[in-house]
């Protein structure tokens, strides 16, 4: 992160705003081309009753990427109530979580806003690609627009408050330092911003990775589940050519980054 530069104003999302990149950063696609559904070779037809299918998957019917659409459609309908959950969930954040109270302040301090109206909460479908990956999310940030929280992948309130935590913290990088998002004069941004915001949000306390995921490792944990998250993050930037410049730009600033826990006096959580 460099020096402190004039503070941009933090506009508002109009209701149902999409989270695009800005329009003078448009890139190319990185991944992938997207796998759809075929029935013939899935086993999962979208136009048999949910229970059917469901049935079919446990049954060894449906293929791993027939289960994976079966997913999606049941989150396509769902999306209403997994919105209002979200909802729900965030304005309880707002009202009661100590991290996200704290971070709003901060956000507030250098000119900038963050509530029900550029927070949202919307599903965001999952991508197959051609190389058998899925491409998942639980929330983004745009500067012009604010905050969006996947409502389909919320698991809990705490799961949300980790998300919005971890949003808001780049909420904060970017008013307090324009961070160069995409990569195009430097990665390292990119990189410093997703270092401090998987570190700060909770979302690499040993709790979280020990019985969510499965990460048992006391030596080393939060320093690894950070790392990691973040040549994750950068490895997704369009200007990123692969996993070896991922965690080549990830270690050039690890020191600073990782020590660097403003606005923050240390790491709480």
Known sequence: ???????????????????????????????????????ARTGFDPRTAWWVNYFRILTGKITPEGAFHYRE????????????????????????SPTVRFLREKVESL????DKDNVVCRRCPARLTEDGQVHRQSGGFSPGHGILICANEVR?????EDTL????????????????????KDLKHAACTEIRASMLSGECRWTRESFTRGNWTLTQQFQDCVRKRAVQSVLARPRCKDDVQ???????????????TRPFDEVYR
Not at 156 to 160: A, E, F, I, S, V
Not at 165 to 184: I, P, S
Not at 246 to 260: G, I
């Open 73 to 96: 459609s049941r989150y396509k309908a769902h999306e209403a109530r997994d919105c209002a959950t979200c909802e729900s969930y965030r304005d309880h954040a707002f009202a009661h």
């Open 1 to 39: 992160m460099g020096a402190d530069i004039q503070t941009p104003n933090f506009p508002s999302a109009e209701a149902g705003a999409s989270f695009p990149t800005p329009p003078n950063q448009q890139k190319p696609d990185p991944f992938p081309a997207i796998v759809k559904n075929d029935p």
């Open 165 to 184: 935590a971890h949003e808001m913290v780049h909420a904060w990088d970017h008013l307090r330092w324009k961070v160069d998002w995409v990569g195009d």
């Open 156 to 160: 809990d309130r705490g799961h949300l």
């Open 246 to 260: 991922a965690v080549k730009v990830v270690n050039q600033v690890w020191d600073s980054c990782f020590s660097d």
């Open 111 to 114: 000119n900038g806003k963050l």
